[in-house]
């Protein structure tokens, strides 16, 4: 009777069945104009949410996803609308020979710069927001793919995102309805006076101000900042256009602030990844 034949161990095994585990629909997309609702995982054709993706329960499918090597096929390009209000992308697609991407600060860059490329090549007014589509595979996506994934995003809701183009007509417009309106009607006399002493004569001009110049003019302590504060939120409820121009302005502050912890967050999982390579 043969003795059953040992098989050689191959430590390529795992990456094999990771490869194959993770070719059915799954990707990573991120848009980044949409802030935190525009990163995107999907493992087997299902959004994972964004709270969940280092849950214990989820932990497997994403060291298969992101720490385990890949051939990645990534897409760079940026979502547009023009002043007719048609929408469009451009769109680039590369293979990444570096096997392990998400992480990497390198490809990080790479990715970055991709992405820049495709920015320079469409006009700037109509751009909505730059987007990166990460798939662990080596494939080819086709422009209707790329487009479903873009209105999946909800990236084209004007409700979302505004072009530049958009946000001067609305900053137009905000400014003819409040040019007149003095700043006694939204903050007290005494602060309306201080202001002024500060060359900030007008309720648009105070609004552009940043919070940290403010607080640090003579006359403006932290009860009056308060009554500035109140003033623009009151201003805002009042005067649709103006509440879109403050709404925009926040948002590309939060999408701003995230994309920077997105990124710091990502050179920690980074460093981890390197050091369990050692052990």
Not at 57 to 76: C, E, G, I, M, N
Not at 125 to 153: G, M, N, R, V
Request: with cysteine; glycine share 4%; net charge positive.
């Amino acid at each position: 009777m043969k003795k059953p034949r040992k098989k050689k161990y191959n430590p390529k095994k795992l990456d094999f069945w990771a490869t194959r585990v993770v070719e059915t629909g799954t990707m990573r997309i991120q848009a980044q104009g949409l802030g935190k609702e525009g990163k995107v995982w999907v493992f087997h054709n299902k959004p994972v949410p964004s709270g969940e993706w280092l849950a214990p329960h989820r932990l497997t499918d994403y060291r298969l996803t992101f720490l385990t090597p890949h051939k990645w096929t990534v897409v760079a390009g940026v979502a547009c609308r023009n002043q007719l209000g048609q929408n469009y992308f451009s769109t680039s697609q590369q293979s990444a020979n570096n096997e392990f991407i998400y992480h990497d600060p390198q490809i990080q860059q790479w990715i970055y710069e991709f992405v820049a490329e495709q920015i320079n090549d469409v006009n700037k007014e109509h751009i909505l927001s730059s987007f990166f589509i990460a798939i662990p595979y080596q494939t080819e996506l086709a422009e209707s793919d790329i487009d479903k994934l873009l209105h999946w995003l909800n990236i084209f809701d004007p409700k979302n995102i505004k072009t530049y183009y958009e946000m001067l007509q609305i900053k137009a417009e905000a400014e003819s309805v409040i040019k007149d309106i003095p700043l006694e009607d939204f903050v007290p006399k005494q602060t309306a006076c201080t202001l002024r002493k500060h060359n900030i004569s007008d309720l648009i001009t105070l609004f552009w101000q940043e919070e940290e110049y403010l607080k640090q003019l003579k006359g403006i302590g932290e009860k009056r900042y308060q009554h500035i504060c109140e003033g623009l939120k009151s201003l805002a409820r009042k005067h649709p256009s103006f509440r879109e121009l403050a709404w925009d302005s926040h948002r590309g502050d939060m999408c701003r602030e995230f994309i920077l912890a997105d990124a710091a967050n990502s050179e920690k999982i980074y460093q981890h990844y390197l050091e369990s390579k050692k052990k």
